[in-house]
């Protein structure tokens, strides 16, 4: 095989982002090169190696059901699964898979390898090539030179980074991999604006230097359920798994008073890191300081690999120096004795702010190139992988001259994910959370096939095996749905009787299984259970049918309220704003209006609508503007015809 010099898209960097982004292309049918500096770590987990959660997995929910890899790969490596907030409502129900690390990486790269129309260059990118504003290739550091119609950066945290243990610091990135210095040394050059972000990752420890005996183990689900709708219905891929459990133990006082007396040595309090880090995912220096009187801050022992004796530690990032990391560590009940293998850091990085992409995550300076990962401000493989798949769709369909491909916020967590980097920004890590989602009732995790398959098939990045089995699933919903709705109940001494029998009180009035199963006491196995035994219609036992009748039929009434107030929301993404629009001009809006939509560029009355900064007056005007601006174009339209007959 000759590998070619001219590809339709090149990915840059093969992160959860540029795997995605990668196969996703490749898929499509576009001629795709993935390159990255180590082909033997793709999809590195270089911190916490999990996926999923609230938020996060309705993300590898919604990857899967267009045709992404994640999910798929999330099941066949998991050491355990969870299901998460069931003691909630289905809104801010989610799954959380541990995953073996190294077996997912391995997985990943067969993926790659086995991929049609997909090549891969190990090697380091330096630059681009751009002429007029258009990118049209890249420059590697060993001088070699690939051209492309399209590129997608996708290099993590590699920018410009630097690793800090206390005091001593140096560039590099995860992995011990080196640090990108003259590609971000280019975009910024070519007039991209670049700030400067700061996470970390806890210390990993051999696993028989723990003592579980004083841990509180926390299990996994077996019943759980899966990620992908692959693994549900493609039974190859199903499979029984005995899952490692996690443990859980506490950091205390002598933890707490040992950071407080070292407080200097953190590289983000003594100023050496001048990057703003995670909110929702702290060092532990930032708990003890931001929460003095907190005794206690939980720490999860979790299994990294089932080839590994490292266990990682979930709660504890750190950028203090390593003798005090062991010091620190022996603080805590069940690490008394406990032996480092890595030591923790923090890490600095260039990303650069999302305002300066449009809605396709193509760049708003340089036609052609997308940013995609964290480049763009956010954390996670999660929203990595969203944004690769987001980006190579689009880069895609430009090659072929088609329509965009852009999910409304309304219709994903990943439109959600999308718009608010695009719209507002980010000015700290972003990651994704159910409550960052307006309509998170209508876009569940278990829905996520019903609402996107159909798109992802179109696209031609789901399969036909696949979208038969979705079909069908639609189908017997549907028929489940006319069973319960459909088989009535009369208020005789028969109904009654098997009613009381079974601790439920009678009926007054004529009523359909669908109205018992709204009843608080009342579930879909319950129901199941009675449904023969008033005369009624067999009920579906599978779990992703039961599962998706039982919440629309129980939440009926709050999805037609959401669905209602989804419906006005979209009356405003549908009035487009005109690309070429003279924001200053309209001086009926405030002057930080007018900057801050000069800035963004909103496509829509919608979008403009969630710009920090533009009030709702600022909204109102501008859509008497749009109003008055169609009713003029229409009135010529008119007379123009009018002229020609």
């Given at each position: ?12 960097g093969?992160?959860?982002?540029g795997?995605?982004?990668a ?5 499509m049918?576009a ?9 033997d ?8 190696p ?9 993300l590898?929910k ?7 890899v ?15 907030n ?5 809104a801010?129900?989610a ?16 993926l ?34 690939f ?5 997608i950066l ?6 410009r ?16 991999q080196?640090?990108?210095?003259g ?22 420890v ?6 579980y005996q ?65 909110r ?5 220096e ?11 801050h ?5 299994p990294?690999?089932k ?7 979930q ?5 203090l ?8 560590l022996r603080?805590?009940p ?10 923790a850091?923090?890490?600095e990085?260039d990303?650069?702010p ?6 396709t995550?193509?760049?708003k300076?340089?036609?052609g ?5 964290q ?9 990595a992988?969203?944004q690769?798949?987001?980006?190579s ?9 088609e329509?965009p491909?852009?999910l409304d ?9 999308i ?5 507002r920004?980010?000015t ?10 307006e ?8 829905n ?5 398959t ?8 789901v399969?036909?095996?696949s979208?038969h ?6 189908r017997?919903?549907e028929?489940?749905?006319?069973k319960?709705h459909?088989?009535?109940l009369t ?10 029998e079974n601790?439920?009180?009678p009926?007054s ?14 579930n879909y196995e319950?129901?199941?259970?009675l ?43 549908a ?10 001009s309209?001086t ?5 209006s ?14 403009a609508?969630?710009?920090e ?5 600022d ?23 009018r002229?020609?007959?």
């Open positions: 095989m000759t590998q070619p010099d001219s590809f339709q898209v090149i990915v840059i093969a992160g959860h982002a795997c995605e982004a196969i996703a292309s490749a898929k049918g001629d795709t090169l993935l390159i990255t500096p180590n082909l770590h793709p999809a590195l987990m270089a911190c916490n999990s996926l999923g959660g609230p938020g996060k997995g309705h590898v919604e990857i899967d059901a267009l045709g992404g994640m999910g798929m790969l999330g099941d066949q490596y998991s050491l355990q699964m969870r299901r998460l069931t003691g909630k409502g289905p801010v129900q799954l959380r898979a541990q995953i073996d690390k190294n077996a997912y990486q391995r997985g990943m790269k067969h790659l390898e086995s991929q049609p129309n997909l090549y891969l260059r190990e090697g380091a990118v330096e630059s681009l090539l751009v002429e007029n504003n258009r990118v049209k290739g890249i420059f590697t550091r060993h001088g070699s030179t051209y492309a119609e399209k590129a996708c290099a993590g945290v590699y920018l980074s630097e690793i800090f243990i206390g005091h001593y610091h140096y560039s590099g990135g995860p992995g011990n080196n640090s990108s210095q590609l971000a040394e280019f975009l910024v050059d070519l007039g991209f604006q670049a700030e400067r972000l700061k996470t970390g990752t806890p210390p990993r051999y696993s028989d230097s723990v003592n004083v841990l509180t183990p926390v299990e996994g689900e077996p019943d759980a359920g899966f990620f992908s709708s692959k693994t549900v219905y493609h039974k190859e891929l199903e499979k029984e798994f005995e899952q490692l459990p996690c443990y859980l133990t506490y950091t205390n006082r002598n933890t707490h008073e040992l950071i407080q007396d070292n407080i200097n040595f953190a590289p983000i309090y003594s100023g050496l890191i001048k990057g703003k880090g995670p929702y995912c702290p060092s532990i930032d708990k003890v300081v931001k929460f003095p009187d907190r005794e206690r939980p720490i999860f022992i979790e990294e690999s080839e590994s004796c490292e266990m990682y530690l709660g504890i990032s750190t950028g120096p390593e003798e005090l990391q062991q010091e620190l603080s805590i069940g690490l008394e004795q406990v032996v480092i293998t890595r030591p850091y923090a890490i990085y990303y650069f999302p305002t300066q992409l449009y809605p995550l193509e760049t300076i340089i036609n190139l997308f940013f995609a990962g480049v763009n401000g956010t954390t996670g493989y999660e929203e992988a969203a690769g798949l987001m980006a769709i689009n880069a895609v369909l430009q090659c072929r001259g329509t491909f852009i916020r309304t219709e994903a967590y990943i439109g959600v994910l718009d608010d980097l695009v719209t920004g980010v700290e890590p972003y990651r994704m959370f159910t409550s960052r989602c309509y998170r009732l209508l876009l569940r995790h278990d996520a096939d019903l609402r996107l159909e798109k992802g098939f179109e696209l031609g990045l399969d036909q095996k979208y089995n979705f079909k069908e699933k639609q017997l919903i028929e489940e749905k006319d319960v459909n088989y009535r208020p005789k001494s028969s109904t009654n009787a098997i009613l009381e601790g439920f009180p009926i009035q004529p009523q359909t299984l669908g109205d018992l199963l709204k009843r608080p006491e009342m319950l129901i199941t259970y449904s023969p035994l008033l005369g009624g219609p067999v009920l579906s036992q599978r779990r992703e049918i039961v599962s998706e009748v039982e919440t629309q039929i129980k939440y009926e009434g709050y999805i037609s309220r959401q669905e209602a107030s989804l419906n006005q929301v979209s009356r405003m993404e009035k487009k704003i005109p690309p070429d629009l003279d924001y200053k309209l009926n809006l405030s002057i930080e007018r900057q801050k939509l000069e800035e963004i560029r909103p496509q829509t009355l919608g979008q609508s969630r710009i900064g533009v009030t709702p007056a909204v109102s005007a501008l859509a008497l503007y749009l109003e008055r601006k169609r009713r003029v174009k229409d009135k010529d339209s008119i007379q123009n015809r002229e020609d007959s």
